[in-house]
């Protein structure tokens, strides 16, 4: 049992900002690779940014220099800081895990899909 629970979503107006919250609990997340994933209306799921075992951070073009994915080791929480927001930002946004130690980066995590996925919290941005 590996719970992921997302919070944070909301609906906000273009240029404001959001923080996301991802709790996990069952794993070790020293070992994992965690990711934010976004699913527009009528769209698969997109990986935006990953987290690797070793605290790398890597980002799509898209998210890159607007968004910051970190990770409370204490807390075992994923956190996405999301600023200067647009409306094509809009989605469901949801957390993932690994256990396995792998390549972690929005293409890797597009490519090969994660193990563990929570049920998203919505956000939309209105012009």
């Known amino acids: 049992q590996v719970p992921l629970l997302e919070r944070g979503g909301d609906s906000v107006q273009t240029g404001g900002s959001l923080r996301l919250s991802c709790p996990a609990s069952g794993f070790t997340t020293s070992s994992n690779c965690r990711a934010w994933f976004r699913q527009g209306h009528g769209e698969g799921r997109e990986g935006g940014a990953t987290?690797?075992?070793?605290?790398?951070?890597a980002y799509t073009d898209s998210a890159e220099g607007r968004f910051t994915i970190s990770k409370d080791y204490s807390k075992n929480t994923l956190y996405l800081q999301m600023n200067g927001l647009k409306p094509e930002d809009t989605g469901l946004y949801i957390c993932?895990?690994?256990?396995?130690?792998?390549?972690?980066?929005?293409?890797?995590?597009?490519?090969?899909?994660?193990?563990?996925w929570g049920k998203g919290t919505l956000v939309t941005i209105s012009s």
């Open positions: 987290f690797d075992e070793e605290g790398r951070t």
């Open positions: 993932a895990a690994d256990t396995p130690s792998r390549s972690c980066t929005p293409a890797s995590v597009d490519q090969y899909g994660m193990d563990y």
